[in-house]
């Protein structure tokens, strides 16, 4: 069993996609271990995604990451991490295979619907900065 963190994004949450975001991970048999709704403040944004700081694009990202809330959830199953990557397809919503949640939502290469975990490590960091240990089921 793995676990990986999600976010519904700020633009999948402000067009009411969160529902359908879960159906398919639900559909998929990852199961939602813990999930909360949130705005991110600046400072935990550029926190989260502080490994993309010398990137040009940092600073709008942050911006969009903070213009509304989000949905942040932990998924557990096996390949929890590979699973929920390849429900999400590509980071630029235009190259992601048909059927996979930026394709079909997904705006830009920024507004792309959904955050996923890339390794178990950053899995780990990134469950961490948003869940205690108690919020999550056994
Ligand atoms: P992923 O979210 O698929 O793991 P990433 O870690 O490379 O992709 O980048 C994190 C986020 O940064 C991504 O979801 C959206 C944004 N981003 C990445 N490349 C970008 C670009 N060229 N222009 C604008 N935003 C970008
Ligand atoms: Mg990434």
Known sequence: MERTFAIAKPDAVRRGLTGDILKRVE??????VAMRKLHLSRADAEKFYDVHKARPFFSGLC???TSGPVVVMVLQGENAITR??????ATDPKKADPGTIRRDYGI???QNATHGSD???TAAQEIAFFFASRELLG
């Open 63 to 65: 911006e969009y990451m």
């Open 108 to 110: 830009d290469v920024e």
């Open 27 to 32: 559909a998929s048999g990852l199961s939602v």
């Open 84 to 89: 929920w990557r390849g429900l999400m397809g």
């Open 119 to 121: 390794a178990p490590e």
